[in-house]
């Protein structure tokens, strides 16, 4: 376990700098000073050069570069101020650290996926184990149709929808506002309702169907007949035996969708105005603001790696026939 462990952490350091690489380099193919950028429309020559100086935008691209990742290791020193480590850069556009402004959008999008997640989780694992169990009856049809609509709407679509039954038509629900959970529970939670509902409609669908396929696979294993054939009751069955098998191409699923989860969060924040770091992500490459939008992508990056880690660990727990070696 310890050696997959750190195989897959040297891996992810690996991965990490190949997408920072290939981010800086991509960026300098596009024929644009990013001084100009960084100093605005109405700027001097002279002051153009000061921040290009002040930048190391005038050193050469493969110094700025190991610049860059050194500064995430070290940090860096700039005339605003000494940036800690992990430094990933100054932004051009805002002049702030990179690393705070991600840090100051990170909650918002953290708690858009992780209540989306653990929301679609329930409800869609639930679902699917209730059609499973009452397989072929009104039950499982009225959930596998329901599941099926389901899984044809967009976030995108459904949102404005949702808005405007709850929000403006109706007024029973406020706009979607992110309050952070420390300052109040309550507020967090009710603010982020709405977002959380569309994200685990859309998910919950596929997971449903999932989750009954599965479990209805699993039902039909050696194992699973033997214990039934030695007389033990069919709900021991279905808990101890049948469903712990479902979970690993279900947990499998789940680690490949963290991507898909992120990229909803994305949508989910520009649907209903959410400043996270979906909607930062997009405004820096709007502004070709290189330094923002490589610190966006490495975090990003570094945060899928670490839950496909989690989820990859999470095997050996579910189930002791898997070896991690």
Same mark, same amino acid.
């Given at each position: !376990?310890?050696?997959?462990?750190?195989?897959?952490? @040297?891996?992810?350091?690996?991965? !990490?700098?190949?997408?920072?690489?290939?981010?800086?380099?991509?960026?300098?193919?596009?024929?644009?000073? $990013?001084?100009?950028?960084?100093?605005?429309?109405?700027? =001097?020559? &002279?002051?153009?050069?000061?921040?290009?100086?002040?930048?190391?935008?005038?050193?050469?691209?493969?110094?700025?570069?190991?610049?860059? !990742?050194?500064? #995430?290791?070290?940090?860096?020193? $700039?005339?605003? +101020?000494?940036?800690?480590?992990?430094?990933?850069?100054?932004?051009?556009?805002?002049?702030?650290? /990179?690393?705070?402004?991600?840090?100051?959008?990170?909650? %918002?999008?953290?708690?858009?996926?992780?209540?989306?997640?653990?929301? $679609?989780?329930?409800?869609?694992? +639930?679902? +699917?184990?209730?059609?499973?169990?009452?397989?072929?009856?009104?039950?499982?049809?009225?959930?596998?149709?329901?599941?099926?609509?389901?899984?044809? $709407?967009?976030?995108?679509?459904?949102?404005?929808? /949702?808005?405007?039954?709850?929000?403006?038509?109706?007024?029973?629900?406020?706009?979607?506002?992110?309050?952070?959970? =420390?300052?109040?529970?309550?507020?967090?939670?009710?603010?982020?309702? #709405?977002?959380?509902?569309?994200?685990? =409609?859309?998910? =919950?669908?596929?997971?449903?169907? *999932?989750?009954?396929?599965? *479990? #209805?696979?699993?039902?039909?294993? &050696?194992?699973?007949?033997?214990?039934?054939?030695?007389? *033990?009751?069919?709900?021991?069955?279905?808990?101890?035996?049948?469903?712990?098998?479902?979970?690993?191409? #279900?947990?499998?699923? @789940?680690? *490949?969708?963290?991507?898909?989860?992120?990229?909803?969060? /994305?949508?989910? &924040?520009?649907?209903?105005?959410?400043?996270?770091?979906?909607? %930062?992500?997009?405004?820096?490459?709007?502004?070709?603001?290189?330094? %923002?939008?490589?610190?966006? !992508?490495?975090?990003?990056?570094?945060?899928?790696?670490?839950?496909?880690?989690?989820?990859?660990?999470?095997?050996?727990? @579910?189930?002791?026939?898997?070896?991690?070696?």
């Amino acid at each position: !376990m310890l050696q997959f462990l750190i195989r897959r952490l @040297i891996g992810a350091v690996v991965i !990490m700098f190949l997408i920072g690489a290939f981010t800086f380099f991509l960026f300098y193919t596009i024929p644009q000073d $990013f001084a100009q950028l960084a100093c605005g429309k109405n700027c =001097t020559p &002279e002051n153009i050069a000061v921040i290009r100086e002040n930048l190391g935008l005038d050193k050469p691209i493969t110094a700025q570069f190991w610049e860059f !990742m050194g500064g #995430i290791v070290s940090g860096r020193d $700039f005339p605003q +101020g000494h940036c800690s480590a992990p430094c990933l850069g100054l932004s051009f556009s805002s002049g702030e650290f /990179v690393w705070d402004s991600i840090i100051d959008r990170f909650p %918002l999008t953290l708690s858009l996926t992780a209540g989306g997640l653990v929301i $679609f989780l329930v409800i869609g694992l +639930g679902s +699917g184990l209730i059609a499973a169990w009452k397989r072929g009856t009104m039950v499982d049809k009225l959930v596998s149709g329901a599941s099926m609509v389901l899984s044809s $709407f967009q976030i995108y679509f459904l949102g404005p929808i /949702v808005l405007g039954i709850f929000v403006y038509s109706s007024g029973w629900m406020d706009n979607p506002k992110y309050v952070p959970i =420390t300052e109040n529970p309550v507020g967090w939670a009710v603010g982020l309702l #709405i977002p959380w509902a569309v994200m685990a =409609t859309i998910f =919950t669908a596929q997971y449903t169907r *999932m989750a009954r396929s599965t *479990m #209805i696979e699993q039902l039909s294993e &050696e194992h699973v007949r033997t214990a039934r054939a030695k007389g *033990m009751r069919q709900r021991y069955v279905f808990f101890r035996y049948a469903w712990r098998g479902s979970l690993i191409p #279900i947990v499998t699923i @789940i680690g *490949m969708d963290l991507s898909a989860l992120l990229s909803g969060a /994305v949508v989910t &924040e520009f649907t209903f105005d959410l400043p996270g770091l979906g909607r %930062l992500a997009v405004q820096s490459s709007l502004t070709k603001d290189l330094p %923002l939008t490589m610190g966006v !992508m490495l975090f990003g990056a570094f945060f899928i790696l670490i839950l496909n880690i989690i989820v990859d660990l999470a095997y050996a727990l @579910i189930d002791p026939r898997v070896r991690l070696s």
